[in-house]
C-alpha cells in the first residue's frame, strides 16, 4: 500500500511539471510585452524632462538677454545658443529659429490673473520657445498607441517673463513728514533741517536705503528716479553757530562751526530759504541708484514743508519715468508714497485714469494712522499695482523691500 501512495504521488508531480512549461511559454510574451512597455514609457518620460529642462532654460537666457540688450535678435541668439549646448534623449538638440518668438507677457486682469502672451507686443518682455524632439524610432508604434504617446516626435513649450522695470519713487514732503514715527499730528507748515532722525520723513530715507539695496541684489539693471511733492512753499531758516573751543586765556570763543544745525530763531548770522514748487523731479531714470538717495539726503539736510498734493507729485513721477533714459522694453512703475490726505491740487484718482492709459503702473505706500488708505488704495488698483500700509518704520521698510522684490524672468506658461 505505501508503495502504492508513493507511485500515485510522482505521477501528480510529473502530471505538473508538464503544465507549467505551456504555462510560461503563454506568459513569457506578456512578460516581455510589459518589460518593454515600462522602459517605453520611462524613456518617453525621461525625453519629456529632458526637453522640459532645456526649452526653460532656452526661454529664460533668451528674456535674460531681452532686458540686457533690448533687442528680439539677440533674445533669439541667446535661447538658440542655450539649446545648442543641452542634448535630449542622448542626442543633440538643435532649436529652430522659427520656434522662438519675443512678444509681450502682461496680467490683464490684476496681479492674480494670468499671464497672456501677445507676440510683438508693443512692450516685448518675454521669449516663448516650442521645443520638439524625436522619440525613440526603435521601439514600436504598438507601444506608443498603448500609451497614448507619439512615439516619433515630443512637444513642449515654454514662455519666460522678464520684469525689467523702469522705476520712479514719489515722496511725500510736507510738514506732517517733520512729525515723529510714532506721533499722529497732522504736522505744521515745515521745519528747518537737519531733521530729527525720529521723523517721519527721516525714517523713510532708511526706508528707501532698505529699497536700493534690493535692487541691487537683483541680476537685472533697474533704472531709478526720484519725484516729490508738497506744496509751493518758503521759508527761512538760520545757521546756528556753535562753539568748538575756548581761548582759556580770554574766556573768549577760539574756534566755531558756523552752521553745524539751523533753525528759524537761533540767531545765526547766516540766512537761508527752504524752497520747493508743489512737486518736482529731482532725478532722471538712471542705473545709480544714488539718484535717489542723494536728493532725499539733501532735503534731510535742509528741511522740508508744505502741504499736500499728491496728484500733481504722480504727474511729476509720471513725466520722470516716461522721459529721459526710459527704456522702450521696460515696464514704467511708479512707487507714491504719503503720510497725509491729499488737499491741493488736482486728485491722485484722476492722475492714475491717465496713467493707466500710458501703460504705468502705480504701487501706493500709506505711512501713519492719519494717512488716506482708501483713497491711495484706489489709485494702486486702478493701475493694477499693489497698495501696502506702514504704522512704523519697520512696515515701512518691509513695505519698499516687498515692491523691490520682484523675479527678474519667471516662467509664466
Same mark, same amino acid.
Given at each position: 500500500?505505501?508503495?502504492?501512495?508513493?507511485?500515485?504521488?510522482?505521477?501528480?508531480?510529473?502530471?505538473?511539471?508538464?503544465?507549467?512549461?505551456?504555462?510560461?511559454?503563454?506568459?513569457?510574451?506578456?512578460?516581455?510585452?510589459?518589460?518593454?512597455?515600462?522602459?517605453?514609457?520611462?524613456?518617453?518620460?525621461?525625453?519629456?524632462?529632458?526637453?522640459?529642462?532645456?526649452?526653460?532654460?532656452?526661454?529664460?537666457?533668451?528674456?535674460?538677454?531681452?532686458?540686457?540688450?533690448?533687442?528680439?535678435?539677440?533674445?533669439?541668439?541667446?535661447?538658440?545658443?542655450?539649446?545648442?549646448?543641452?542634448?535630449?534623449?542622448?542626442?543633440?538638440?538643435?532649436?529652430?529659429?522659427?520656434?522662438?518668438?519675443?512678444?509681450?507677457?502682461?496680467?490683464?486682469?490684476?496681479?492674480?490673473?494670468?499671464?497672456?502672451?501677445?507676440?510683438?507686443?508693443?512692450?516685448?518682455?518675454?521669449?516663448?520657445?516650442?521645443?520638439?524632439?524625436?522619440?525613440?524610432?526603435?521601439?514600436?508604434?504598438?507601444?506608443?498607441?498603448?500609451?497614448?504617446?507619439?512615439?516619433?516626435?515630443?512637444?513642449?513649450?515654454?514662455?519666460?517673463?522678464?520684469?525689467?522695470?523702469?522705476?520712479?519713487?514719489?515722496?511725500?514732503?510736507?510738514?506732517?513728514?517733520?512729525?515723529?514715527?510714532?506721533?499722529?499730528?497732522?504736522?505744521?507748515?515745515?521745519?528747518?533741517?537737519?531733521?530729527?532722525? @525720529?521723523? =517721519? +520723513?527721516?525714517?523713510?530715507?532708511?526706508?528707501?536705503? !532698505?529699497? $536700493?539695496?534690493?535692487?541691487?541684489?537683483? /541680476?537685472? %539693471?533697474?533704472?531709478?528716479?526720484?519725484?516729490?511733492?508738497?506744496? @509751493?512753499? =518758503? +521759508?527761512?531758516?538760520?545757521?546756528?553757530?556753535?562753539? !568748538?573751543? $575756548?581761548?582759556?586765556?580770554?574766556?573768549? /570763543?577760539? %574756534?566755531?562751526?558756523?552752521?553745524?544745525?539751523?533753525?528759524?530763531?537761533?540767531?545765526?548770522?547766516?540766512?537761508?530759504?527752504?524752497?520747493?514748487?508743489?512737486?518736482?523731479?529731482?532725478?532722471?531714470?538712471? /542705473?545709480?541708484?544714488?539718484?535717489?538717495?542723494?536728493?532725499?539726503?539733501?532735503?534731510?539736510?535742509?528741511?522740508?514743508?508744505?502741504?499736500?498734493?499728491?496728484?500733481?507729485?504722480?504727474?511729476?513721477?509720471?513725466?520722470?519715468?516716461?522721459?529721459?533714459?526710459?527704456?522702450?522694453?521696460?515696464?514704467?512703475?511708479?512707487?507714491?508714497?504719503?503720510?497725509?490726505?491729499?488737499?491741493?491740487?488736482?486728485?491722485?484718482?484722476?492722475?492714475?485714469?491717465?496713467?493707466?492709459?500710458?501703460?504705468?503702473?502705480?504701487?501706493?505706500?500709506?505711512?501713519?494712522?492719519?494717512?488716506?488708505?482708501?483713497?491711495?488704495?484706489?489709485?494702486?488698483?486702478?493701475?493694477?499695482?499693489?497698495?501696502?500700509?506702514?504704522?512704523?518704520?519697520?512696515?515701512?521698510?518691509?513695505?519698499?523691500?516687498?515692491?523691490?522684490?520682484?523675479?527678474?524672468?519667471?516662467?509664466?506658461?
Amino acid at each position: 500500500m505505501k508503495l502504492k501512495s508513493k507511485i500515485n504521488l510522482s505521477g501528480r508531480f510529473r502530471h505538473r511539471k508538464g503544465a507549467i512549461i505551456p504555462l510560461v511559454a503563454i506568459l513569457l510574451p506578456i512578460l516581455i510585452a510589459v518589460a518593454g512597455f515600462g522602459i517605453f514609457l520611462a524613456y518617453a518620460q525621461l525625453v519629456r524632462t529632458e526637453l522640459r529642462t532645456v526649452v526653460d532654460f532656452s526661454a529664460r537666457a533668451g528674456a535674460k538677454r531681452l532686458s540686457m540688450d533690448q533687442s528680439a535678435g539677440a533674445a533669439v541668439n541667446a535661447a538658440l545658443d542655450i539649446a545648442s549646448r543641452n542634448p535630449v534623449g542622448g542626442r543633440a538638440f538643435s532649436l529652430d529659429a522659427s520656434n522662438i518668438l519675443v512678444g509681450e507677457a502682461r496680467q490683464l486682469n490684476g496681479q492674480e490673473s494670468r499671464f497672456e502672451f501677445t507676440e510683438n507686443g508693443a512692450r516685448p518682455n518675454s521669449v516663448r520657445v516650442t521645443g520638439i524632439s524625436s522619440g525613440n524610432q526603435n521601439l514600436s508604434n504598438f507601444l506608443a498607441n498603448m500609451a497614448g504617446i507619439s512615439n516619433r516626435q515630443f512637444q513642449v513649450r515654454s514662455t519666460a517673463t522678464n520684469l525689467d522695470r523702469d522705476i520712479c519713487v514719489v515722496i511725500d514732503r510736507s510738514g506732517s513728514m517733520c512729525e515723529f514715527v510714532n506721533s499722529s499730528n497732522g504736522g505744521s507748515i515745515g521745519k528747518c533741517g537737519p531733521l530729527d532722525p @525720529n521723523t =517721519r +520723513f527721516a525714517a523713510l530715507g532708511r526706508a528707501v536705503d !532698505i529699497f $536700493v539695496d534690493e535692487l541691487n541684489q537683483t /541680476p537685472q %539693471q533697474e533704472l531709478v528716479c526720484l519725484a516729490s511733492y508738497s506744496t @509751493n512753499v =518758503r +521759508f527761512p531758516c538760520n545757521c546756528c553757530p556753535q562753539v !568748538i573751543s $575756548v581761548n582759556p586765556t580770554t574766556g573768549q /570763543p577760539d %574756534q566755531t562751526d558756523p552752521c553745524p544745525r539751523v533753525g528759524r530763531g537761533c540767531g545765526g548770522p547766516t540766512q537761508y530759504f527752504v524752497e520747493f514748487n508743489e512737486a518736482e523731479i529731482h532725478s532722471n531714470l538712471s /542705473p545709480d541708484t544714488n539718484a535717489l538717495r542723494g536728493p532725499i539726503q539733501a532735503m534731510i539736510n535742509r528741511g522740508i514743508g508744505g502741504g499736500t498734493s499728491i496728484g500733481s507729485g504722480l504727474q511729476q513721477g509720471m513725466a520722470a519715468v516716461t522721459g529721459a533714459n526710459s527704456r522702450p522694453f521696460a515696464f514704467p512703475t511708479i512707487i507714491l508714497m504719503t503720510d497725509g490726505n491729499h488737499n491741493n491740487g488736482i486728485g491722485p484718482e484722476v492722475v492714475a485714469q491717465q496713467a493707466l492709459n500710458d501703460g504705468i503702473v502705480v504701487h501706493t505706500i500709506t505711512f501713519s494712522p492719519g494717512a488716506n488708505q482708501a483713497l491711495m488704495k484706489q489709485v494702486a488698483e486702478t493701475t493694477g499695482g499693489r497698495h501696502l500700509h506702514a504704522d512704523s518704520e519697520d512696515d515701512l521698510k518691509d513695505a519698499f523691500r516687498a515692491l523691490a522684490r520682484t523675479l527678474p524672468v519667471m516662467l509664466t506658461q
